[in-house]
């Protein structure tokens, strides 16, 4: 990058600096989440039999279902980016409405999954789980805590698209100026992501 | 912009946009203005917690108890370091400094996001007003240390909760303004200026900004998994549920070390502005600290085993870590030694800002060799948990950095408000401010050696003239700071004005006036030269030339 083009964006929308700066918050999620992730890296290497025992109480079928929605969730979100581009304002918002409605569907079954988790006792804190041999009580708050924080970025990437598409209704976002929907766009890209690592690690992994 | 035009002469304290007053202020997106916000909150913090501190020595000059009890006493010492580290030390520099001149410095009108740097202020705001309620609320001042170390954390009956959110937001609000750094010195850096020609204070934030961003997250999830176990009792942490207490202690340092750097590293860039302007010569080294800048923030990150020596970590962990600890020490000698050799030859003005840089460079001197003694294993085991730790860090944080704030206001002050304070009596409050803590500090690094363990109420007999000392430098120290506020607060009405550029200084905000306008620069200025060029050699000797004649 030639150091001449470097405008004050005082003057002019600055696209790439948006999109750097979303990048960087995106690193700052992953890297809360990579707590997560090292903490259930030390268990389970201290406590892989009641991992292995314990992952076996989540519903798989569930589990896919989730996953198989967030991916195409994902895909509509990048469609939309493209009909914005090309100028077509009313698929972009089409598009990014069954994005919302895919993300509903995610959320509701979760909520059916935390609940049948809950009809079981098997809740932080709960005397059924306290008396689980210590690792799988241990999987199951990193259960909970992994997938409930997945789950409130699942609501902000919701709350984001939402307003993306009012932005886009009132003309704020079109085709020479669609950083935010790119940026709304990468944030649920994020949210997919962790999703494809959480899945294996609690679902598939027994 | 159209605005700028209209008012072409108007410093950004007496530009009135939508707002007046004070809404004028909460609404503003100026980055002058949100420093100059960040810096009144963090001013009346820091007085806060120096009182605690003070009344924590009176309690200590004399063994047993005197004006308090062991209970409050540890809320005091907990509160004092909650609101030193996650309110002042660590947004400090960066958030005051950093938004009033690295725009100025790299020749831009503001930072990337301006409205996400406001907003970042307000998450500050929210998260100092929970921490002072966490002391004020029922159930008591949090006692747990500002570590927070578990299992003591998770079981603790005060309000811990509230002092974790506060530093779980407050950390949040610190990640935004690395995030807006970063892309500021990557975009709107002035055209001709390449990374090589950049002045040092932005390489210092660069490099800051860059851990905040990455090392943050980590304490902003283990905070929240300390939450977690106290709430919905998921004992990550607790042994009773098979939880690890030393997993909490890597996870917080793995933060809290590289929190380190976030302190010190902004204050060594303010320093590196100051020796050139001061000794009226480029910067010795320009690369090398550049280039130190980032080793440190890169190697700051893999040494945060050495606060767990006795902890109970492997023999080749501690070995790698006390080895780390030694390599990081490497890059900030070399600063020292630019810093120095910046001096060497040039034409000293010894004006406030350069005395107070100076004292910087002695203090850290000290605080960084006592360091080594706790980073060497042997001497760690005899050392852990003593004053001679208390001693040391504050040697680093208030000798280092809290001097380095101080010569930053004083460097930028004419600048900040256009305005000039009282040399003499900058001189006389650096005079109290540095004997005052000497006295306050140094003798903790004796008791500490001796065995006097830091965080104690009580203590032997033998160790009472050193607490006896600290508490006559604390209040010495405190007349310093008082007087050194005074000197400041009250010329900002009665002050003489400040020419544009009073130091002399060649960096570009000493190029535009006092106080600048609200964009900064009427047109943005073309780089063609580092930062540091005083002029030609054939100008620079016609200027000792008439130096000399004058004297």
Not at chain 1, 5 to 23: C, F, L, R, T, V
Not at chain 1, 184 to 201: A, E, N, Q, R, T
Not at chain 2, 502 to 518: D, F, M, Y
Request: hydrophobic share 50%; charged share 10%; glycine share 8%.
């Amino acid at each position: 990058m030639a150091e001449i083009k470097n405008i004050a964006p005082s003057e002019h929308h600055d696209y790439q600096g948006s999109k750097m700066g979303m990048w960087l918050f995106i690193f700052t999620e992953l890297f809360l989440f990579g707590g997560l992730f090292l903490v259930y890296a030390v268990f389970r290497t201290q406590y892989s039999a009641d991992f292995h025992k314990a992952a076996e109480e989540t519903n798989t079928f569930i589990g896919t279902l989730n996953t198989v929605v967030l991916l195409i969730s994902s895909m509509t979100v990048a469609m939309s980016i493209t009909a914005i581009q090309s100028n077509q304002k009313g698929r972009a918002i089409r598009l990014l409405l069954v994005t919302l409605v895919l993300a509903s569907v995610f959320m509701v079954n979760k909520y059916f999954e935390w609940g049948h988790k809950f009809e079981l006792k098997l809740y932080p804190g709960s005397e059924v789980l306290t008396n689980l041999p210590k690792g799988e009580l241990l999987f199951f708050g990193l259960y909970f805590m992994m997938t409930g924080l997945h789950a409130i970025h699942v609501l902000v990437g919701m709350i984001l698209l939402t307003v993306t598409i009012f932005r886009i209704k009132s003309g704020h976002i079109h085709t020479g100026n669609f950083s935010m929907i790119e940026n709304s766009g990468l944030y649920w890209h994020l949210v997919d992501l962790i999703w494809i690592f959480l899945f294996p690690m609690m679902y598939l992994i027994t | 912009m159209s605005h700028s035009e209209t008012h072409p002469q108007v410093s950004y304290l007496e530009y009135q946009g939508k707002y007046k007053g004070i809404l004028g202020w909460l609404t503003t997106t100026d980055h002058k203005r949100i420093a100059l916000l960040y810096m009144y909150c963090i001013v009346v913090f820091f007085f806060v917690a120096a009182i605690l501190g003070l009344t924590m020595s009176i309690e200590k000059m004399r063994p047993g108890q005197d004006i308090m009890n062991a209970q409050t006493y540890n809320g005091l010492f907990t509160v004092h370091g909650i609101i030193m580290i996650f309110m002042i030390v660590i947004p400090g520099l960066a958030a005051v400094f950093g938004n009033f001149a690295l725009p100025l410095l790299i020749g831009a009108r503001d930072v990337a996001f301006p409205k996400l740097n406001l907003f970042s202020w307000y998450l500050y705001v929210i998260g100092a007003i929970l921490a002072v309620l966490s002391q004020l609320l029922k159930g008591g001042a949090p006692d747990t240390g500002w570590t927070f170390y578990v299992p003591y954390s998770a079981g603790s009956s005060t309000n811990v909760i509230w002092a974790l959110t506060a530093a779980f937001i407050l950390g949040f609000s610190n990640i935004l303004t690395g995030l807006n750094f970063i892309v500021t010195i990557h975009r709107m850096r002035a055209p001709g200026m390449t990374w090589f020609k950049m002045p040092l204070f932005p390489w210092s934030l660069y490099a800051t900004a860059w851990i905040q961003v990455l090392a943050t997250p980590i304490v902003g999830i283990t905070l929240l998994m300390v939450i977690a176990e106290r709430v919905l009792h998921i004992g990550f942490f607790d042994p009773a549920l098979g939880g690890d207490p030393v997993l909490f202690q890597h996870l917080f340092w793995i933060y809290s070390h590289p929190a380190v750097y976030i302190m010190i590293l902004p204050a060594m860039g303010v320093i590196t502005e100051i020796f050139p302007t001061f000794s009226q010569k480029p910067v010795f080294g320009y690369g090398a600290i550049a280039i130190s800048s980032l080793a440190i923030a890169f190697v700051g990150y893999f040494v945060w085993g050495h606060h767990m020596f006795t902890s109970g970590i492997s023999y080749w962990s501690k070995w790698f870590f006390s080895f780390l600890t030694f390599i990081v020490a490497v890059p900030s000698a070399i600063k020292v030694f630019n810093w120095i050799s910046t001096m060497y030859g040039g034409s000293i003005q010894m004006r406030p800002p350069l005395l107070y840089a100076i004292s910087f460079v002695f203090l850290f001197m000290i605080g960084g060799f006592t360091g080594l003694f706790l980073g060497a294993l042997a001497t760690n085991v005899q050392l852990h948990d003593t004053t001679f730790v208390v001693a040391h860090f504050h040697y680093i944080i208030f000798g280092g950095m809290g001097f380095a704030f101080f010569a930053a206001i004083h460097y930028w002050y004419p600048k900040m408000y256009g305005k000039m304070y009282s040399d003499r009596w900058a001189y006389i409050a650096w005079g109290f401010t540095f004997v005052g803590f000497n006295l306050l500090y140094f003798p903790q690094f004796i008791i500490g050696v001796q065995g006097m363990p830091r965080r104690y109420f009580d203590y032997l007999p033998q160790f009472q003239w050193g607490h006896m000392l600290s508490g006559f430098g604390a209040f010495i120290l405190l007349i310093g700071l008082i007087l050194m506020a005074w000197n400041l607060i009250y010329h900002v009405k009665r002050g003489a004005i400040a020419p544009a550029n009073p130091w002399k200084g060649v960096t570009l905000e000493w190029q535009i006036a006092s106080p600048p306008t609200l964009e900064n620069f009427e047109e943005i200025p073309v780089i063609k030269h580092n930062p540091y060029w005083f002029g030609t050699e054939e100008e620079i000797k016609r200027e000792k030339k008439s130096v000399t004649r004058n004297t």
